[in-house]
């Protein structure tokens, strides 16, 4: 086993840098006094504070894919997700929260991708915090002027005859897309279908796997 | 309050730039579109923004545009489009 080098062979190695070793901005400033006044003033407290950032970090893609899962082996389930994702996620005892979300179905026809054009607009009751692409500039401006680039930089390519959809949730709805189900997938149970079932395949930026 | 618009109408986005807390994206203001779901009351945000209570509520519709006339140098396919949730204050018939 070699041996761990010591620093004094001439050159400098930066250290892992700490969260306080990026620049404190504007926002990051108004954020944090923002919280401490709501907490000083008794409007929330510390631990509300906490337990709402524990609750936003505990969602994850899983709780979307077990209800694409269930979509794609229920055609009924399948229309109840189109029409009020926050209902059908109830039946499968998943609290969507109070934001209205409506299920986008790809099909041999049209696909469907979603964009914020004016912040970060997302389900995240249902997929967890948005990447930072998703936040990216880029990504909101570029998706709906030229969505089949960036769906080519994702590594999407779709035929000329399909409709590429672009979803720009500026409002008060949200937007899960319920991805084509892959074929060679008829016998697979329901949880094998939702680990098939990826974040970016219900934002619309890729398609879901094929089964290994 | 009862939807001015219905599901299948030409509409106009308003071309105008207020100042303030707006949820119309610049890119769509004075394109047209059909409207493909009305999708209910829900509280002015141009207001709420300010802290004030967001009324009287504005009907929220999912409008459909195609790209090829939002955007002029539009390279991708002619069937593609871009849905753009917009409420009634912002919209003129075509």
């Not at chain 2, 999708?39 to 009324?55: I, Q, S, T």
Request: glycine share 6%; hydrophobic share 35%.
């Amino acid at each position: 086993m070699k041996e761990h080098h010591h620093h004094d062979h001439g050159h400098h190695h930066p250290k892992q840098p700490d969260i306080e070793d990026q620049p404190i901005t504007y926002y990051k400033v108004m954020t944090e006094a923002l919280a401490e006044l709501l907490v000083e003033k008794g409007v929330i407290t510390a631990g509300e504070l906490r337990a709402q950032m524990e609750e936003q970090n505990s969602r994850s893609p899983a709780f979307g894919a077990k209800l694409i899962a269930r979509a794609w082996i229920d055609d009924s389930f399948k229309s109840r997700l189109i029409a009020d994702v926050n209902a059908a996620a109830a039946e499968l005892d998943i609290d969507a929260g109070d934001i209205p979300i409506r299920g986008v179905e790809n099909t041999d026809d049209v696909h469907n991708i979603v964009v914020c054009t004016l912040c970060s607009c997302y389900p995240r009751s249902l997929i967890g915090l948005p990447p930072d692409w998703y936040k990216s500039r880029a990504y909101r401006s570029r998706t709906v002027r030229e969505p089949r680039r960036v769906l080519g930089e994702f590594g999407t390519t779709l035929p000329e005859d399909v409709e590429v959809r672009v979803h720009d949730s500026t409002a008060d709805l949200r937007f899960l897309v319920i991805p084509k189900r892959p074929d060679g997938t008829d016998g697979l149970d329901e949880v094998q279908l939702a680990d098939l079932v990826t974040r970016d395949s219900m934002i619309g930026v890729s398609m879901a796997k094929t089964p290994a | 309050m009862s939807a001015k618009y219905a599901v299948g109408d030409a509409v106009t986005v308003r071309q105008a730039y207020p100042p303030g807390h707006v949820r119309t994206p610049y890119f769509i203001r004075g394109h047209q579109g059909v409207v493909q779901e009305v999708v209910g009351n829900f509280a002015n945000p141009e207001e709420l923004a300010y802290g004030r209570d967001g009324k009287p509520a504005l009907t929220l519709y999912r409008v459909q545009f195609r790209q090829q006339d939002v955007w002029p140098y539009y390279d991708g396919s002619p069937k593609d489009t871009a849905i753009v949730d917009l409420y009634e204050n912002w919209l003129e018939p075509a």
